[in-house]
């Protein structure tokens, strides 16, 4: 696993990206915390992520297209992801629930809300945001939570307002 960082428009700065031979194996939106880990030297993996993901938020593009490592994900978490990738295209979103009802996942759980909350949990433990779509996830009565605090939330609101889910604001930043 090698990473390197894509310069992005989003309220968090850089974005974090570790590749492997299979594909993108893990991300992250915030700060500097790949700064010691082993750098990516593949010119060619390099222009593939920085030029898909680039695609991507500047609008050029629906989906970044990137083959995904699914190595860090298993299980459960794994079929939540993947119902979300599948299930949920660009400009749409979903409730916790309703996830974790498509998923197939939870048909045994008998607490109100219990899968709900547990699919914000895996959604928070992603490891490859953006190309599996978190950020489509809201809350039954809003827009729900994001990894980062309130960075967090102006991404999620940053890509939503992307995909035209969200009307843009006066500080929008994003393509038209």
């Not at 695609?55 to 990137?66: S, V």
């Not at 994900?73 to 996830?99: D, K």
């Not at 914000?120 to 950020?135: I, K, Y």
Request: aromatic share 6%; charged share 20%; with cysteine.
């Amino acid at each position: 696993m090698s990473w390197l960082t894509v310069e992005t428009p989003l309220p968090s700065g850089p974005m974090h990206i570790a590749v492997t031979p299979l594909g993108v194996v893990a991300g992250g939106y915030l700060g500097d915390e790949a700064r010691e880990l082993p750098r990516c030297t593949d010119e060619a993996k390099i222009a593939a992520v920085n030029g898909r993901i680039g695609d991507y938020l500047a609008g050029r593009t629906r989906e970044p297209g990137l083959p995904i490592d699914w190595s860090l994900s298993t299980g459960p978490h794994r079929a939540v992801l993947q119902t979300l990738l599948r299930e949920v295209p660009y400009g749409r979103t979903i409730t916790y629930g309703e996830l974790a009802a498509r998923s197939g996942v939870f048909e045994d759980v008998t607490e109100p809300g219990s899968a709900a909350r547990t699919v914000g949990q895996m959604m928070a433990a992603n490891p490859v945001p953006l190309l599996v779509p978190c950020h489509r996830v809201v809350a039954a009565d809003g827009i729900g939570g994001f990894g980062g605090g309130r960075v967090g939330i102006d991404v999620k609101r940053w890509l939503l307002t992307l995909e035209g889910v969200l009307e843009p604001t006066l500080d929008w930043n994003g393509p038209l």
